[in-house]
């Protein structure tokens, strides 16, 4: 008898243990476009338990058994509660916050008071004040973007530009569009968006840390015309083959960072990084407001909750002394070098520097001097309103580093945890392309993008010349539009032909439409090697090509749209989303389906709508 009750017993307990807990499932949408939210925040009220929507909005969540109030929260949209019994799936749509972002002012008897709050749009009358929704002044800045012409081959047959593996713009662009509005014209740099995914080009083979694939097909856009594109793939080394890192967090904790996806997010970001880190990572930490300080010495990854601790315990306040931050950092770094590691500082801020160096031209000089020493640059760009984009692809463009935007924790997942080993470990620097055009194959040429990236074609041999870097793993493509030998356009340069030169005929190969030449420097040396790829395939037809070939075709042509560019030719939104439909390919962390939702949500925020001409580029 005892033994049937301590077996009912323990029956009861399993039942009893089994039910305690339950995992809840569900997905989050736009209330009124029925679109997918990636990156929304999910608590269990009066909770630590939270998580996440995935890409594809959702998500999975354990929580107790009994009822329970589920809060829903994402930037740009209002709050909402979702009450749950016995269900296991919790699906929610929310409707968007029309009234963020507005300082509302208060002019009661006579004395006006500010305040930063979520107020109603329009005027609210009351029996002693009177509320009026002011738009907060918008001081983000961008560096102007000049888009190139087409070059004649005749004319200057050779071109050259530096890689660009940073992603800054199209989590920007994101958040934009996410927030009901079209992003400013320079917020587009078209490479930035095509190179945040990733392609399924070879890993190098043999002592070259790089390979090359190149595609080549007609224009979707502009008809008669060729697109061309180079891809290169960084190989890829595992992360218990990566080198020791000696990491400085440099956070910007002034009174500007205060916002929720400021310095509440950068501490979420940095948190996940703490987890990728191994025994053998250090990591210290300097934060700057009015002044900087050192507020962790370089600790071993061996100790997260001491990293995690000191991240904790940030708050924001204060003005922003950015270039006293820098030094600091880097004087840090500098005391905790490691010869054959990974020497690297984290900068997380809007970058709106305004005590101290803060011209354009004193942080990069400060950056230049510093990068000589082996410690590199990464830059996490933060945040809205005063968002100083210019300063922060200035400073990761000269510290030899990469620049990321990161508007929600689904990005933040992305670069740190994901993309770990390309974020912080750099497998070649110094990057430089140089293509040479066969003019019997080519008339004219465009590179689309990488308008700040161009480079004097005598600086491809110069080794004292900067240029980008590529990281574990990385992929980078470059997409170029191609004027066939024979055929009419009027995006041809009108130029008198040469009096006094004679026009020979080339002595390569006949079949070839292009020499591809790339230079690289391994991260310990000053030295380049050369790499050359002769492109000769006859154009593949657009059925023929490969996913990556016309998803990154998509991508550039969104970017065209955006930026309302004068070679967009017969551009428009839903050829830019059946492509993209199209080519999906393998997409496991839902990006590409997420670009699909953006582009149709810019569809839908743009006047103009798709504009379809008979002709382009003829």
């Known amino acids: 008898m005892r033994t049937i009750f301590s077996i009912l017993m323990l029956g009861l307990l399993f039942v009893s243990t089994t039910r305690s807990t339950r995992t809840l499932t569900g997905q989050v949408t736009d209330s009124v476009t029925n679109e997918r939210l990636p990156g929304v925040t999910i608590t269990l009220k009066g909770t630590q338990i939270r998580t996440i ?64 709050e979520l107020g109603a749009v329009g005027r609210i009358l009351g029996s002693h004040s009177t509320l009026i929704a002011v738009p907060r002044v918008n001081t983000e800045d961008y560096s102007a973007v000049t888009e190139p012409g087409f070059q004649s081959v005749r004319n200057q047959a050779v071109t050259t530009f530096s890689v660009d593996v940073d992603r800054a713009a199209y989590g920007n662009i994101r958040r934009f569009l ?14 930035e968006m095509v190179n945040y995914f990733e392609y399924d080009d070879p890993q190098p083979k043999g002592n070259d840390p790089v390979a090359v694939k190149t595609e080549l097909s007609e224009s979707p856009w502009n008809p008669g015309l060729q697109l061309l594109r180079i891809g290169l793939q ?29 310095l509440p997010l950068v501490k979420s970001a940095l948190n996940l990084l703490v987890d990728q880190l191994r025994p053998q990572d250090r990591v210290a930490m300097v934060v700057y407001a009015g ?23 940030l708050s924001a306040g204060g003005s922003t002394a950015g270039g006293e931050g820098i030094r600091l950092a880097y004087q840090t ?24 160096v803060s011209s354009d031209g004193d942080l990069q ?118 004027i066939p030998a024979g055929v009419e356009s009027r995006y041809l340069p009108k130029v008198d032909a040469l009096k006094y030169q004679r026009q020979t005929a080339p002595t390569g190969a006949a079949d070839e439409v292009l020499t591809l030449k790339i230079r690289y420097k391994k991260p310990d040396s000053e030295t380049s090697h050369l790499l050359t790829h002769a492109v000769n395939d006859q154009p593949q037809k657009w059925n023929n090509t490969s996913n990556d070939f016309r998803f990154a075709a998509s991508v550039a042509e969104f970017g065209l749209l955006l930026r309302d560019s004068e070679f967009k030719g017969n551009a428009h939104y839903p050829q830019v989303e059946a492509l993209a439909r199209q080519a999906l390919g393998r997409d496991p962390e839902g990006y590409r389906s997420e670009f699909v939702r953006l582009v149709k949500l810019a569809q839908s925020l743009s006047d103009a709508g798709p504009v379809v001409k008979k002709s382009a580029g003829k």
């Open 53 to 116: 929507t995935q890409a594809d909005g959702r998500y999975t969540l354990t929580i107790p058994a009994g009822p329970q109030i589920l809060l829903f929260q994402y930037i740009g949209y209002l709050n909402h509660e979702v009450k749950i019994d016995t269900q296991t799936v919790a699906n929610a749509q929310l409707n968007q916050d029309l009234r963020a972002l507005n300082e509302v002012i208060t002019l009661g008897y006579g004395k006006p008071v500010r305040h930063q």
């Open 234 to 262: 960084a190989k890829t080394i595992p992360t218990g083959s990566l080198p020791a890192s000696n990491l400085v967090f440099l956070i910007d904790v002034s009174g500007s960072m205060e916002s929720e996806n400021k």
């Open 291 to 313: 002044s900087a300080g050192l507020v962790l010495p370089s600790t071993p990854g061996s100790e997260p909750q001491k990293i995690k601790d000191a991240i904790s315990q």
């Open 365 to 482: 000089r400060l950056i230049e001097d510093q990068r000589k020493s082996g410690v590199f640059l990464s830059v996490l760009g933060f945040g809205m309103g005063n968002y100083k984009d210019n300063k922060l692809e200035t400073l990761a463009d000269k510290g030899n580093g990469n620049y990321a935007y990161i508007d929600n924790m689904q990005e933040a997942q992305k670069v740190f945890g994901k993309e770990f080993g390309g974020t912080l470990f750099t497998v070649a620097k110094d990057v430089k392309l140089q293509l040479e055009f066969n003019p019997k194959r080519v008339q004219a040429y465009r590179l689309i993008g990488y308008e700040n990236r161009m480079l004097n074609n005598e600086d491809f041999h110069n080794d004292q010349k900067d240029a980008g870097e590529i990281g574990s793993g990385h992929t980078v493509t470059a997409l170029y539009e191609i």
């Open 178 to 191: 996410n927030g009901g509005n079209l992003p400013p014209k320079d917020a587009v740099r078209i490479e």
């Open 333 to 356: 770094a500098q005391e905790n070098f490691r010869k054959d590691g990974n020497n690297r500082v984290i900068l997380a801020t809007d970058g709106d520097f305004n005590v101290g």
